[in-house]
């Protein structure tokens, strides 16, 4: 198994760009999640999905969406990059709720 | 899901056992204590959870007090690949992990 891997490892956007990061796991698990990490801080929940279908804001969910289509893909959407969005993008995926996540490699984002 | 408080930075040489404590005194009965780590820009990876009882796997040692307040993860001989940020978090059964926190930034040395 793969496990989860996510596109691009690195990006630079200018102001007003958009973009999607994109997502997929390979091990058929039903939630999937969204994190972003700024600088020396810990990881904030962005979005999450409980299965195909279905999403849910997190604790910082303003300027971004996401779908979920499949179980397999979970991808983010930037619509209008601002430079508060410069971060890190982690995703993640577990089989249930309260088990353990698995994370993919990250994104590295900068919006000149 | 209950706050999670971690101290910033620790030190441990070699070797020698790793005790990171986490404190989580509104911690309700429902709610799981989960350990990951993040080793420089990597993912988060997981370590080990529990609810009540003492755990261990493969990585780790869990122990949680008797009134669940508090916990302690124990790297029992600790590498130089152990250097890493560890993150605490109370987990309930429906609940998702909205913010790690900062952890603490464990530094092993020679």
């Known amino acids: 198994n793969a496990g989860v891997t996510q596109t691009p490892k690195f990006r630079i956007l200018k102001i007003g760009q958009s973009m999607t990061l994109q997502c997929t796991q390979d091990m058929n698990h039903n939630y999937m999640y969204w994190y972003r990490q700024d600088p020396g801080m810990g990881l904030k929940l962005i979005y999450y999905s409980v299965g195909a279908g279905i999403t849910d804001k997190g604790e910082v969910p303003n300027g971004y969406n996401v779908s979920r289509s499949t179980t397999e893909d979970f991808p983010l959407r930037l619509e209008l990059a601002a430079p508060s969005q410069t971060s890190v993008y982690f995703c993640a995926s577990s089989y249930t709720d309260n088990e353990k996540l698995f994370f993919g490699s990250g994104t590295q984002l900068s919006v000149l | ?110």
């Open chain 2, 1 to 110: 899901d209950a706050k999670t408080t971690q101290p910033p930075s620790m030190d441990c040489a070699e070797g020698r056992a790793a005790n990171l404590p986490c404190n989580h005194s509104t911690i309700s009965g429902n709610e799981y204590v989960y350990w990951y780590r993040q080793i420089h820009s990597q993912g988060p990876q997981y370590i080990i959870h529990g609810l009540k009882n003492n755990e261990t796997n493969e990585m780790a040692s869990l122990i949680i007090t008797e009134d669940r307040k508090s916990s302690t993860l124990i790297l029992p001989h600790a590498t130089l690949r152990d250097t890493a940020v560890y993150y605490c978090i109370a987990l309930s059964n429906s609940g998702y992990a909205l913010n790690f926190g900062k952890g603490t930034s464990l530094l092993v040395t020679p």
